[in-house]
């Protein structure tokens, strides 16, 4: 396989991550949130294991396979429940700009953890990722405190599980980095959540008033499982085959692409001050991510101007 080619499908991966929101809130306007989210992760860990196979355990740090599994279920939780609870599509789209701080906090964790030096740009970058928010939250309203908080009681729950799950998946990528040693058990990650979503669905529902499936749900459901799952497999293409220094780039803008593509499929229309807040975001994480890579930049920019 060509590198261009390994580079095009790794980039399939943003688009298809960038899908999940939409999709995942169609499914839960029609079968309702618990449901919803328990079959997309069922039928994503079906194509995983298929995918990847059951992971060798012996061979995967003990202390980390037991952290991270704890993580990505929570996040996971965190950020499929923010959207499935969103009260309107609209709000799915702002609830999914809030989990999107989570490449700045990475920053942020990566800093805390002592794996990179505190630079000024990553408080200019985070600082300017939270206005996005805001701006995304107040629209064309006057940007006040007040205006924010009566956005944000609407639906408390939602925007809460979203900024949790970015904090936890910024920890879940210091840890993956610190700790896995190479490994991905990305299956078995799924497996625990299915497990557990299975669990908590068997005591909660009520089994007695099953909604009723249409086609179209079927085919959402099997859509967003698919993109959730190939997503992965075809990411991990990317960065193993592919450049990686352009699909880290091109993951930067992920919330403009997620916002974009959530907009066709829950056909939204989003107001000029949201996506100047989607922007903000964007351009937030990418000034952290020039932060942890400010000396390379600086020898190629002098390189480049001393050639010219």
């Known amino acids: 396989m060509s590198r261009n080619l390994a580079t095009l499908i790794g980039f399939s991966a943003i688009l298809q991550w960038s899908s999940i929101v939409g999709l995942l809130k169609k499914i839960s306007a029609s079968i309702g949130a618990d449901l919803a989210v328990t079959l997309m992760y069922s039928f994503s860990a079906c194509i995983l294991l298929l995918l990847f196979g059951i992971p060798k355990l012996k061979q995967i740090p003990k202390s980390y396979l037991i952290f991270a599994a704890v993580l990505f279920v929570i996040y996971e939780l965190c950020f499929s429940y923010a959207i499935a609870l969103s009260q309107t599509p609209q709000q799915a789209i702002e609830v999914s700009l809030v989990n999107y701080l989570w490449p700045s906090l990475t920053i942020v964790m ?16 985070l600082a300017i990722s939270l206005l996005g928010i805001v701006l995304t939250q107040t629209g064309n309203h006057s940007m006040s405190w007040a205006t924010l908080s009566d956005n944000i009681q609407t639906n408390p729950t939602s925007y809460l599980l979203a900024f949790l799950g970015a904090s936890l998946w910024s920890l879940y990528c210091v840890m993956t980095k610190k700790y896995s040693q190479g490994h991905n058990p990305i299956a078995l990650f799924f497996v625990a959540i299915t497990l557990v979503l299975w669990t908590k669905l068997f005591f909660t529902h009520d089994f007695t008033a099953i909604p009723h499936f249409d086609l179209s749900t079927c085919l959402y459901i099997l859509l967003v499982s698919c ?40 056909q939204t229309r989003l107001s000029s001050e949201f996506w100047q807040g989607a922007i903000l975001v964007t351009i937030g994480s990418f000034i952290c991510w020039i932060s942890t890579n400010w000396q390379a930049i600086k020898v190629k920019l002098y390189g480049f101007f001393k050639i010219s």
């Open 110 to 125: 990566l800093i805390i953890f002592k794996e990179i030096k505190f630079n000024g740009f990553v408080v200019a970058g």
């Open 227 to 266: 993109v959730t799952a190939l997503g992965y497999a075809a990411w991990n293409v990317g960065i193993i085959q592919g450049n990686i220094t352009i699909l880290v780039t091109l993951s930067y803008f992920s919330p403009i692409f997620s916002t974009l593509i959530s907009m066709l499929i829950l």
